[in-house]
């Protein structure tokens, strides 16, 4: 399986960018892990409606310029479905089952994801009714990908 996890900005925090390569490196006997940075738009403090939909837009414009063609697009979005863990690694089994094997999940910058990767998108997940930092964001799903594997495979997993 490849997992493409395509999300906005740069990872700054030396302390998320070394748990997120713990969990690159857990997930690498499970599958191929590959994270796709792409720029986010400098905005200001107090934003129009319309200015924050510019931003989006051309944020959306990279994201999509990043996802490849044959892959199974899960946006992460507030308004998404909401899973538990199980749930989770039943989704990807079922995707690896039924030859879905490149999986890219789109983690939008802080204004959210434009309309355009939504439709593109072939789910939108939900991790919580809260709003999380987008760099944070990057190793919670890391994580629950490691856990969903682990869980498919009937291999131990503190819970």
Excluded: N
């Excluded at 996802?67 to 992460?76: N, Q, S």
């Excluded at 964001?137 to 682990?150: D, G, N, S, V």
Aim: charged share 30%; glycine share 6%; proline share 3%.
């Amino acid at each position: 399986m490849h997992i493409h996890i395509i999300s906005v900005g740069k990872l700054k925090e030396r302390y998320l960018a070394e748990g997120i390569a713990e969990y690159t490196k857990r997930l690498s006997s499970y599958a191929k892990v590959g994270i796709i940075e792409v720029p986010d738009e400098k905005a200001p403090e107090h934003l129009s409606e319309q200015e924050a939909e510019q931003i989006k837009q051309k944020e959306g414009e990279r994201i999509l310029a990043k996802i490849p063609d044959d892959a199974y697009v899960i946006a992460l979005a507030i308004e998404g479905k909401m899973k538990s863990s199980e749930q989770f690694a039943e989704s990807l089994d079922k995707l690896a089952t039924y030859g879905k094997s490149k999986i890219a999940f789109i983690i939008g910058g802080s204004l959210g994801l434009s309309k355009q990767v939504m439709e593109r998108a072939d789910e939108a997940l939900s991790f919580s009714k809260m709003t999380f930092p987008h760099q944070l964001m990057r190793l919670i799903l890391l994580e629950q990908i490691y856990r969903a594997f682990r869980i498919s495979r009937g291999e131990p997993y503190h819970k």
